[in-house]
């Protein structure tokens, strides 16, 4: 049964909000859906054009061989990382301690797969060449999330990825991207996907996050990969007859988004700096190099949610709804920049922000 | 990349079909979500009104505790036989040869959950009771698919389910039900849904089959069971943000044709009757017991395509379009019957069939 929670419905009741593209309504399906004729055939089990087309132009933009369409990250990144490690012999991969395989998927990889993870570098801090390199077991495949989302969305330097990847092709390593919000570090790197894809074998992407589809992922590589994915996708239970309310998102959502990207980034990076101005309020990254990061309140979760939800009362305009404690005194939120931020009245943006900061100075000395 | 299929183009070609509920075009979801408004909410990760709703109205019309929609029931059935094998300690379970389990899956049940399946009966034929008194081997659980569809959908009396039902129960054999037909089955047995799964710990059924919805598949089960299956759901990657395309959908067809179960039950022993008074042509089962049926051609597969495809093009209508090879010299093609064959216009009915037996005729001696 779905609890009441007050503050995520005092959020939903704002008329503006800062973050996201709007409400997870059937109209996202709806708008999509509206653009194709009723009599357009669905894809069946992983064939037809729907599925054939949006694949194709997926690995064109990503610049791999082939790719292929999954219900979920989850799915397609257990099964990438079981085939490098079956191709290799040796069940051991490397990702951060904070990877969704890690905490977010109930030990997928560990019970469906029997693959054991090492856990690369500190929590709090990103992959470094020098971790890898320290690496005292064999693995067959180091798996980086760019951006790492749970430390708020840092990204290294590309130098440093260019030189992992080196080393990683040096010995046999193979090297996947979690690429979730891969559309979103671009305008930061200032490179092209394909520019980034090409330092890694195999590589995910997701299309609910800065693009705003419904769900679904997609996963490309080399052609014998994709080929060798698609059996496990049958075995998990991913192969189903039709997946195409997810790629008809996919695609008209990529297709409308994939060019703001570099909005998000500017807009999150003025939002970040807002935030840096509250009292006991700081952001991380300090400054955002993509279109999320993380909001610390150094006071406590209940205290915190109390001031936000008069904010959104007083001033109509939603900042977040899912507020999470770190500790006792301490409290975070996710936040990701959309559409949404740009339909906000510009001048009562300030105003937000002056009444946070003083209700914040209120309750912390 | 799909490649042509003449014989599938020539039966899409047709202006009527005996078989099914129409294609499988977009129109299937544009239909169902345009009974909803727009400011609908998602689901969000199994939470939310659209997928708690339909979970707990296939629960009660399933006769269970509790229900969790799954995006397939590959998914959904193997993580019934890990828990039951779990649960038990031993791993390894029973099914017919010609289960979806053993020909349909890559072996997922194996590669992801190394479990041992042990075929039970002759392919050929259903499973008695006296198949299970002769096991062998522990197992944790036995999986019955009713109708047995890959030899024809064919059932056995409700009183072997019931003394295969009892036997299990006193051996501590957990009963799983792949009821992928489940609802297509009600009218022959006479009983209700929750009538026969009462015989069953566990149970499946599908929204694409006689239901004609876009996929997915319901679990259903004790309480605790359920709550177990959610944690594997999110193993397998199918726990999605978003699922409710499925969901609305099965639920729509759901009510929309779960009374006409009957009809299409009738419509396929009429129709199986008339191909069984065909030259070199028979049912299986002779008399259906459900909408479904195979039919044998005693023929090789071209002659047939092409004695098909004419009739197609005489009549303008269509019987299946996909024949599949027995041996040599014989074919076979699935038979399932849905709202189309009512729009069929009666008169013209006899005629298709006075053309193919005809047209075999000419072919066979």
Redesign the interface.
């Known amino acids: 049964?779905?609890e009441k929670n007050a503050f995520l419905e005092a959020f939903k009741r704002t008329k503006y909000q800062l973050v996201g593209h709007g409400?997870?309504?059937?109209?996202?399906?709806?708008e999509a859906?509206s653009s194709?004729?009723?009599?357009?055939?669905?894809d069946?089990y992983g064939?037809?054009?729907v599925i054939?087309d949006f694949q194709e132009k997926m690995a064109t933009y990503l610049g791999k061989d082939a790719a292929v369409f999954?219900?979920?990250?989850?799915?397609?990144q257990?099964i990438a990382l079981r085939i490098w490690c079956d191709r290799n012999g040796i069940h051991k991969v490397a990702y951060h301690p904070l990877s969704h395989l890690e905490i977010h998927?109930?030990?997928?990889l560990k019970?469906?797969?029997r693959i054991e993870p090492i856990l690369l570098a500190d929590k709090n801090r990103l992959i470094e060449l020098e971790d890898v390199l320290s690496l005292e077991e064999d693995i067959s495949c180091l798996l980086i999330e760019l951006p790492q989302r749970e430390i708020g969305g840092q990204l290294p330097d590309f130098e440093v990825l260019e030189s992992i990847s080196t080393y990683c092709r040096e010995k046999g390593i193979k090297l996947q991207l979690d690429g979730a919000r891969l559309f979103e570090i671009l305008p930061y790197y200032q490179k092209t996907a394909a520019e980034v894809c090409q330092l890694f074998d195999s590589v995910y992407v997701s299309f609910?996050k800065g693009i705003g589809g419904?769900?679904g992922a997609i996963l490309a590589g080399d052609q014998d990969f994709i080929e060798e994915s698609k059996?496990?996708k049958?075995?998990?239970?991913?192969?189903?007859?039709?997946?195409?309310?997810?790629i008809i998102t996919a695609d008209y959502y990529f297709d409308k988004r994939i060019h703001k990207m570099a909005t998000y980034y500017e807009n999150a990076i003025e939002l970040a700096r807002l935030f840096n101005e509250c009292k006991a309020t700081s952001t991380l990254p300090s400054i955002p190099v993509s279109n999320m990061f993380h909001v610390h309140f150094e006071a406590p979760i209940e205290n915190v949610k109390s001031i936000l939800i008069d904010v959104y009362e007083e001033t109509n305009i939603g900042i977040t709804g899912n507020l999470r404690p770190i500790d006792e005194n301490s409290c975070y939120c996710e936040i990701s920049l959309g559409d949404q931020f740009s339909k906000v009245p510009k001048e009562t943006i300030s105003n937000v922000f002056q009444i946070l900061n003083d209700k914040l100075s209120g309750i912390v000395k």
Chains 1, 2 share one sequence.
């Open positions: 049964m779905t409400p997870r309504n059937f109209q996202v399906l709806k859906l194709y004729d009723e009599d357009y055939e669905s069946v064939n037809g054009k054939e999954f219900p979920s990250g989850t799915m397609a257990q998927e109930e030990d997928g019970e469906l797969h609910y419904l769900a059996i496990w049958r075995r998990h239970g991913g192969d189903l007859i039709s997946l195409y309310p997810y």
